[in-house]
């Protein structure tokens, strides 16, 4: 149990200063979103440079257990997991995987357009919108599919409020739809 941390241990979670919240979900909130990217240090000029999204952990894995994990037989992976300072969810873990058999890692094709069924986004909230779009527009392998577009959302959720927002999409170097929503 690391202090000021929320720890869980479903479905009962413990809350900073110890204090019991019962989860209605069997599981817990994202852990992180795992991007298999095809060069390890032009996808950290985007999410650790230009996003400022902190490096958590890296680490260089390789072995039988590894490779099983992603359907090999031999494997090594560089991992580096991101976020904001300390958290332990809502990671992004970026994995570079390489030296595999039999066969290497499949390529999905790089002219899928946005939106496609079961194609997933990156949603991250910020409040600096043009600094970041500033900065990516400058990062190789950045691409654009819009700008920032306000838009107005009428009514209030319990997740989300009534508000006018702004949201600016654009793909990684490896082709990953991110959302920037602010």
Request: aromatic content about 6%; proline content about 7%; some cysteine.
């Amino acid at each position: 149990h690391v202090t000021g941390v929320q720890t869980c241990a479903l479905p009962i979670c413990h809350e900073p200063g110890g204090a019991r919240v019962v989860t209605a979900s069997l599981v817990g909130p994202v852990k992180r979103v795992t991007l298999w990217v095809r060069d390890l240090e032009r996808s950290l000029a985007v999410y650790r440079d230009a996003l400022g999204l902190q490096v958590l952990e890296q680490k260089d894995l390789e072995g039988p257990a590894i490779a099983a994990l992603v359907g090999l037989e031999r494997a090594r992976m560089r991992i580096v997991h991101l976020g904001d300072g300390h958290a332990t969810f809502g990671w992004v873990g970026l994995y570079e995987v390489s030296a595999t058999a039999p066969r290497p890692l499949a390529m999905l094709p790089t002219d899928v357009r946005f939106p496609a069924y079961g194609q997933a986004t990156v949603v991250f909230e910020t409040a600096a919108m043009a600094t970041l779009v500033e900065r990516l527009q400058r990062t190789p392998g950045v691409t654009f599919v819009t700008l920032p577009t306000e838009y107005l959302k009428r009514e209030a959720t319990a997740a989300m409020p009534a508000g006018r927002y702004s949201e600016a999409i654009f793909t990684d170097p490896d082709g990953m739809p991110v959302s920037l929503l602010g």
